[in-house]
């Protein structure tokens, strides 16, 4: 695992200095630096590297690495990188080192972009083309790693992450306020878009080819998970998809065994980690190393399950507490680690879990996307409650169905005599839902409804094209997966594990999102995914292959802090340090005096959800650390 960063500036301002200072600050992504700047006739280019060597530990794995015209900074690995060795080989290549790095150059070389077709893995890399004059980057197909890129006033530059760009003085750090306005919806900024204008994140399965002679950039798709879901549906059985699943699941979960250094799993206390842990221990007498973090609070706290399968399994496991100054701890780092505004509180175990892995492993397996690819999350069922539901209603009532669901009078009324909590937000998001359609419903689960944004931002918002604007022509379950995977998947999952175990200098690797188990499993019809009410039915089939059903039949436990109680409590300072009247006025982005009347509400013990504050308190710490 690594971090990549570099530029080409037209107006020759940034020089060798800023690009080491550009590299240097992502130290955290691996100890071992590497630079190449150069000044040509039109530009000065640099290319910046740190590298956690993982795979080939020898110097033969250093990068910038060059062959002929081409020259390569890459981040992430392509697991399946000996058989595409093994055919170059076949071809005339050869090779100085045993990693990935090399393989990758060469296979780009012979293939050109074509060869990312052959790549099994996780990657964002640039390939500088000296020929061609061009810079080309590439990000893997899940999007399990970064790559953002910055262009404006003749200048272009890329990295891992965007704490990067902070060193170099051609960036403008102007907030994106319609982006503000997804943060605000969803606690995180979808792709393309970032909290900078100008800035962008490369789309998962894309690459872009950007032209130093004319300046142009075109982003270009190489591949789609909905292109999978709208294939027609495979005609086999429910015995056969369940052995073709598992064969993919070895295969994969092997592939991301392979490293030079040593390996651990995440482990909680859902199915899909018991599943990977089990299949791996099921073909190894060594043990396996293990980790779990949970909470006193008990409906949060997932170590006695974990506990259970790592015992049953006989893995070496690794159990911690997360404590309330643990908490306190990472909270202050997380604007620093995640450096543009992201809300989701179960960054706080992920970071302490990758602490708590680094201690003995350098690689640690993450078992996301077993929810998103075999129809896990409880909202799935609740969503097509809803649908069939509101398919019922006359299409001539919806709007006016929808205008009684906005009235405080019935906000009121729910909490008076049906005790509902935190009713208005929960019936303003019904009658949003009433005013989209069934492959767009996924657009109103935000935190703050539309119209509450237009109370608590200070601005008109405008509302950006995402993958949630997305088309998908299947069936309720599909388009739901297939959002999930283009969306909550890439932009929150896999940006808050990236961060967290890199902010630990961990490799995390997700064996789930082998693209050759989503390519299958998207062709599967829906009721092997969720089968007489049972999500996950599919993946728990394999799991119990390997686990006891008793033991694995157990409430799913979602994977997050225990924020509304610290809000009340040790979390409290932090609303009177930032979420007071001074400190909401240095960037006018908010209104004033509805943060404070919500903060207000929320300390009388009035029940709305935490997460509304929780949302504003890391936008205004992540303002702080970075616009100040």
């Not at 780009?108 to 000296?130: L, P, Q, R, S």
């Not at 959800?609 to 929780?614: D, I, P, S, T, V």
């Amino acid at each position: 695992m690594c971090g990549i960063t570099g530029f080409c500036d037209f107006e020759k301002k940034s020089n060798r200095q800023i690009l080491t200072n550009m590299t240097n600050k992502l130290h955290h992504r691996g100890p071992i630096s590497g630079y190449s700047f150069y000044e040509i006739q039109n530009s000065n280019i640099g290319l910046g590297h740190r590298r956690l060597s993982i795979l080939d530990l020898s110097a033969h794995g250093h990068q910038p690495m060059q062959f002929e015209h081409l020259e390569i900074v890459y981040n992430g690995e392509v697991y399946n990188f000996k058989e595409i060795r093994a055919e170059l080989k076949k071809l005339n290549y050869n090779f100085k080192s045993n990693g990935d790095t090399e393989v990758i150059l060469k296979a780009y070389h012979k293939w050109g972009i074509k060869a990312v077709d052959k790549f099994n893995g996780m990657f964002a890399m640039c390939i500088y083309d000296k020929k061609e004059q061009k810079f080309i980057l590439v990000r893997d197909r899940a999007g399990v790693k970064p790559c953002y890129y910055y262009n404006a006033d003749r200048f272009f530059m890329f990295s891992s992450e965007l704490k990067s760009f902070h060193e170099n003085n051609r960036f403008k750090k102007v907030i994106n306020k319609d982006a503000l306005s997804l943060y605000m919806q969803r606690g995180y900024i979808p792709e393309p878009y970032s909290i900078f204008e100008n800035t962008h994140k490369l789309k998962a399965g894309h690459y872009l080819e950007f032209d130093l002679k004319t300046q142009k950039i075109d982003e270009l798709k190489y591949w789609d998970v909905v292109d999978f879901y709208n294939k027609p549906k495979l005609d086999i059985s429910e015995h056969e998809a369940v052995h073709e699943v598992e064969n993919l699941f070895k295969s994969a979960f092997e592939y991301r065994m392979i490293s030079d250094a040593p390996v651990g799993i995440f482990l909680s206390g859902g199915y899909d980690s018991a599943t990977v842990a089990a299949i791996l221990q099921s073909n190894r007498s060594k043990k396996l190393n293990t980790f779990t973090i949970g909470f006193k609070e008990k409906k949060y706290d997932e170590i006695p399950l974990a506990r259970n399968t790592a015992i049953y399994l006989g893995t070496n496991h690794t159990e911690h507490y997360c404590t309330q100054q643990d908490a306190l701890d990472i909270i202050q780092k997380l604007p620093e680690i995640y450096d543009e505004p992201f809300a989701d509180n179960s960054t706080i175990p992920t970071i302490l879990v990758s602490q708590i892995a680094k201690k003995d492993v350098d690689v640690c397996l993450s078992a996301d996307g077993g929810d998103e690819i075999f129809a896990g999350y409880n909202k799935y069922t609740s969503i097509i409650k809803k649908l069939e539901i509101f398919e019922k209603i006359p299409n001539l009532l919806k709007p006016a169905l929808a205008n009684v669901l906005r009235q405080k009078l019935v906000h009121k009324s729910l909490v008076m005599f049906g005790g509902m909590i935190n009713s208005e937000t929960r019936c303003n998001k019904f009658a949003e839902i009433l005013d989209f359609d069934e492959k767009q419903i996924l657009k109103a689960s935000g935190i703050f409804t539309k119209k509450e944004l237009t109370k608590i931002l200070n601005y008109l918002v405008n509302d950006l094209k995402t993958n949630f604007d997305y088309q998908i022509n299947q069936n309720k379950i599909s388009n739901l997966l297939a959002l999930d995977y283009k969306t909550f998947l890439v932009d929150d999952v896999l940006h808050k594990v990236d961060r967290a175990t890199m902010s630990a200098t961990l490799e995390g690797r997700e064996p789930l999102l082998d693209h050759r188990i989503i390519e299958l499993v998207a062709q599967l019809p829906s009721d092997m995914k969720i089968k007489n009410g049972s999500k996950k039915w599919l993946l728990k089939q394999i799991a119990h292959k390997y686990l006891p059903k008793k033991m694995m039949n157990r409430d799913k436990k979602g994977f997050g802090s225990p924020i509304q109680e610290w809000l009340k409590n040790e979390l409290k300072e932090y609303f009177e340090e930032y979420l007071n009247e001074k400190t909401l006025n240095q960037h006018e982005l908010f209104n004033v005096q509805e943060v404070i009347n919500l903060k207000k509400q929320y300390t009388d013990g009035v029940n709305i959800n935490a997460n509304k504050l929780w949302y504003i308190l890391m936008f205004q710490m992540w303002y702080k650390k970075w616009m100040n």
